[in-house]
Structure formats: structure tokens, C-alpha cells
């Protein structure tokens, strides 16, 4: 079965520096992997994805993520944190099938401290 | 375009007492997906619904139903509703596998059952 794990509950940052909020993974097969955002007391936002090709994806507000197959990782990476992006933070992989269901992880509390 | 609209935005129920959670997307999406979010937990589907027509059991479906009214709209139904149900409840849609990847997600509806 597919499964994701984020083995951080929270991680603390200091505004301008570079943060790391880490997932891994297994999965059968090629994996299909998601960052999602979650601002309090709002949906989720979809932030980016690896399907395929570069192993170095980048997404929306300047968000990017590393694939590693060797180490099965996602790890979603900001060179420079903002207060702003103070918010929870979901890895998933995709389940397969006739949809686009989706794993998630239990989520990585991110907190930015100016 | 709203994207994936739910309503209501927040309610209490007593135990026992029914209601439905009203979904809508406008993005022409076929597949569609109703998820609770329960700390410490990340998201967990309840229902999907790969096609207008088809729906199919998640990973919690037990004291859930639901209907496909059309391409567009998917409601979730609690026809008995308890205390283990208070949770955060989103709908999110997807395209067909293929053509893209990620789901988009609805504000939520925050339940209380007391």
C-alpha cells in the first residue's frame, strides 16, 4: 500500500533563513508525490508536485522539492523563510487507480519566527 | 471561477441528528472527494467518486453517505450523527488521471456533534 510519512510535527525557523519540512515514502511502483499548504482555518492549496523528469521541482511562493528515490524522499525546501509562510504543511502520494485519490501524511506544523 | 464551493461553513448537530454537506466545483472535473481532518491524523477520505454516476468507499466510510448529483456537485450525508464525528470535513475534485494530477480543495465545514 502507498503511505507517506512526515516525521516532524512542527518545525521552527527564524525568518531569512533556509527551511526544510521532510516526507518520505513507499510506494509499488513510480511515485506521484504532492505538497499542499494549509493557512488556519482554511482549505488546502496545492503548492507543487513530482510525477516525473527533474528531480528538483519548484512551485508556488518560491517553494521547491527534492526528489530522492534512493533515499524514497520529498523533502519540501525554501531558501529564505517569511513569516508568512507560517502554516501546515501535507505531504501525499497519489493512490492509483481510475482517480487521483491521494495519501496523506499527518502534516508538519511550519513556524516562522521574525 | 469559485473553484470547489461547500456549505455550510460551520455547524452543530446534537447526536442522533441528520444533515448534509453540500458540495460544488466548476472546473469540469470528473472525479471528486470528500476528506474529514482530525489533528494529528492529516486527511482522510471518506467517500470518492471517479466518475458522474460511480461512487466508492475510502478509508473511513462507516456512519457516511453519499450522492453524486451530477458532474458537479457531490454531498456527504450523516444520517445519525455522533460525538467521533465532530471533525473538519473538505470536498476537493480532480481531472481524469492523464491530463493532471493534483485535487483542489473547498474552504471546509467545520462539525461539531455534541
Known amino acids: 500500500a502507498q503511505s507517506v510519512a512526515q516525521p516532524e510535527d512542527q518545525v521552527n525557523v527564524a525568518e531569512g533563513n533556509p527551511l526544510t519540512v521532510k516526507c518520505t515514502y513507499s510506494v509499488s511502483g513510480n511515485p506521484y508525490l504532492f505538497w499542499y499548504v494549509q493557512y488556519p482555518n482554511r482549505g488546502l492549496q496545492f503548492l507543487l508536485k513530482y510525477i516525473t523528469g527533474d528531480n528538483l521541482v519548484k512551485g508556488s511562493y518560491g517553494f521547491e522539492a527534492e526528489f530522492n528515490k534512493s533515499q524514497t524522499s520529498f523533502h519540501l525546501k525554501k531558501p529564505s523563510a517569511l513569516v508568512s509562510d507560517s502554516a501546515l504543511y501535507f505531504c501525499?502520494?497519489?493512490?492509483?487507480?481510475?482517480?487521483?485519490?491521494?495519501?496523506f501524511g499527518t502534516g508538519t506544523l511550519l513556524a516562522v519566527q521574525p | 471561477n469559485a473553484g470547489v464551493t461547500q456549505t455550510p461553513k460551520f455547524q452543530v448537530l446534537k447526536t442522533g441528528q441528520s444533515m448534509t454537506l453540500q458540495c460544488a466545483q466548476d472546473m469540469n472535473h470528473n472525479s471528486m472527494y470528500w476528506y474529514r481532518q482530525d489533528p494529528g491524523m492529516g486527511l482522510r477520505l471518506i467517500y470518492y467518486s471517479a466518475s458522474e454516476g460511480t461512487t466508492d468507499k475510502g478509508e473511513v466510510p462507516n456512519g457516511y453517505n453519499v450522492s453524486r448529483l451530477n458532474k458537479r456537485e457531490f454531498s456527504l450525508r450523516l444520517e445519525s450523527a455522533a460525538p467521533s464525528q465532530t471533525s473538519v470535513y473538505f470536498c476537493?475534485?480532480?481531472?481524469?488521471?492523464?491530463?493532471?494530477?493534483?485535487?483542489?480543495f473547498g474552504p471546509g465545514t467545520r462539525l461539531t456533534v455534541t
Open positions: 476537493a475534485s480532480s481531472e481524469t488521471p492523464g491530463s493532471s494530477y493534483e485535487q483542489y
Open positions: 501525499a502520494v497519489r493512490d492509483g487507480g481510475a482517480t487521483n485519490k491521494l495519501i
